[in-house]
């Protein structure tokens, strides 16, 4: 584990444990232990396990949601849910502007995970709700330091020694094109420059395409499709002119550059979403046209990949449609 990881883990360990000995307002001795089992069960999951999987999505989340109820009840017996969520929303606030500022994540990461974790919170503090109202006592800290860490232990093997392949995932694109696949074809192997990206999660990070070239002719040509975070190498295994287009990826980029105040590179950029294979599909239509579809093959090994595809999937159609609309610009425009 790099030396910040450990000097992160060290801090949360302290913090909680001076937390946990305070007798300050009921929101703050939440808050603040809350903050440092987060921050510490992150840079474990992350920078000393590289674990991505279900044990930081899911199991943190719950555990973390029912210790921060079991404290917040142990001094405001009245609390409600309303109470919880507040406490709650303050944690992951001051979790999130940690991991920034320690150079963990950037914000875009933790925009997308927070629609996950944070109901997954809120699941968990509600669990420690109902069993405050059925026993009408607070949980004792250390049992509420045990409900946490042994799923999180527990979780921590699962996802080393249980974790499945991540599945090859399929995404297709297509557009109408008002020109014969002939002219479209010329435009499919290569493209200059393209304009700069108005959408948002590009602008945002997302890495996305600028232009195209290749190198030879046939099967066993290599196109380069270039990337704003560098180039995806790709040897032609299909070249079936002007139908096929079919290529697997030998190289690839990060997925993105995270918006943070340091040059970050956490791992997961660069290792958990990958793509292996891709095609452009020509269909001749009715009245010299053509239907130009484009598909992706890929891999997440974020988990739960259910939930991440509601990313992946997106983000890999404005990217088809960001190369489609350009091939199509040109192809309609290409009278020769």
């Known amino acids: 584990m790099p030396i910040l990881g450990w000097f992160l883990v060290c801090f949360a360990v302290v913090l909680g444990l001076l937390a946990a000995g305070w007798k300050i307002r009921w929101a703050w001795k939440a808050v603040l232990a809350g903050v440092s089992v987060g921050l510490g069960g992150v840079a474990l999951c992350t920078l000393g396990f590289q674990d991505y999987g279900w044990t930081l999505f899911v199991v943190l989340p719950i555990a973390l949601g029912f210790l921060t109820s079991a404290l917040v009840l142990e001094v405001k017996r009245s609390a409600d849910m309303r109470c919880l969520a507040a406490a709650l929303g303050l944690v992951f606030g001051f979790v999130a502007v940690g991991l920034v ?9 933790l925009a997308m995970a927070a629609p996950l974790v944070f109901p997954l919170a809120l699941l968990g503090a509600w669990a420690g709700l109902k069993d405050y109202d059925r026993r009408r006592v607070p949980a004792a800290p250390t049992v509420s330091m045990l409900a946490l860490l042994l799923p999180f232990s527990l979780g921590l093997g699962l996802d080393r020694t249980l974790a499945p392949l991540p599945a090859l995932h399929a995404v297709r694109t297509a557009v109408a094109v008002d020109a014969p696949p002939e002219r479209v074809w010329r435009h499919v192997l ?16 997302i890495a996305y395409p600028i232009r195209a070239e290749i190198s030879g002719r046939g099967a066993g040509a290599v196109r380069r499709c270039i990337f704003s975070t560098g180039a995806f190498v790709e040897p032609i295994v299909a070249w079936d002119e002007p139908r096929l287009l079919r290529f697997t990826v030998r190289e690839s980029p990060p997925a993105l550059i995270e918006l943070s105040p340091y040059s970050i590179h956490p791992p997961h950029v660069a290792t958990c979403l990958r793509s292996r294979e891709g095609q452009f599909l020509l269909t001749r239509l009715p009245g010299n046209r053509t239907l130009l579809a484009g598909t992706t093959w890929y891999q997440d090994a974020l988990q739960p990949a259910a939930y991440w595809r509601w990313w992946s999937d997106p983000i890999l159609h404005r990217i088809h449609r960001r190369v489609l609309d350009e091939i199509k610009l040109r192809a309609e425009a290409d009278r020769g």
């Open 101 to 109: 500022l320690f150079g963990l994540e950037g914000l875009v990461c």
């Open 190 to 205: 290569s493209f200059p420059q393209l304009a700069p990206p108005r959408d948002l999660l590009f602008r945002a990070g």
